[in-house]
């Protein structure tokens, strides 16, 4: 029985439930909250605060000028809840729960496509700036060839978007099917 010494095998690919792919969460444009604050805060204070007091000191001929402030009072509330909507619904952003799982996942996906698909080469430089990452930026990759064979270094920018710091997450995708 002849031992084979130094033999490498692909690595397994990583375990990733559906719900880690789908798993987002909506952050709020901040600028929509303070504002649908100073609305909800300026009515519920003219509704709390100075419709009763005014009905207090009340008169007859006072009567109108309650109901303008009621009336107000419930413009604002009502302001501020669709600003609230909106800063969730449209100026909101959608956010991956778990971007590092997702970005790992990615990157061992794509060596696995690697090994398995001919045409895997092609079509990773033609689509190269096409690579998201779980923070949604680019990922970077780039071709190196070691001792004769290619290589492509896969690096994401990590939480900060910014390359070269310590967040970074990279990996080299190696041939370990050689072609035939």
């Known amino acids: 029985m002849k031992i084979i010494g130094q033999s490498v095998t692909a690595p397994k690919m990583t375990y990733l439930h559906l719900a880690y792919i789908a ?48 009336s107000w009072g419930t413009i604002f509330v009502f302001v ?28 061992l996906n794509m060596e696995s496509d690697y090994n398995c698909e001919a045409s895997w080469e092609k079509d990773l430089i033609k689509n190269k700036d096409k690579f998201i ?14 001792d004769g064979k290619s290589q492509y270094q896969v690096t994401s920018a990590g939480e900060d978007g910014k390359f070269g710091t310590k967040d970074d997450l990279s990996r080299t995708l190696k041939k370990y099917i050689s072609p035939e």
């Open 23 to 70: 798993a987002k969460t909506l952050k709020p444009n901040p600028a929509s909250l303070g504002i649908s604050g100073l609305f909800f805060i300026t009515g519920f204070v003219l509704l709390l605060v100075v419709v009763p007091l005014r009905k207090r000191k009340m008169t007859d001929n006072k009567t109108k000028s309650v109901d303008k402030i009621h």
């Open 80 to 107: 501020g809840f669709t600003f609230l909507v909106l800063g969730y619904v449209l100026w909101g952003t959608l956010e991956n729960k778990h971007p590092k799982m997702l970005t790992n996942a990615l990157m």
């Open 133 to 146: 990452d779980g923070w949604n930026n680019k990922l970077k990759v780039e071709k190196n060839t070691v």
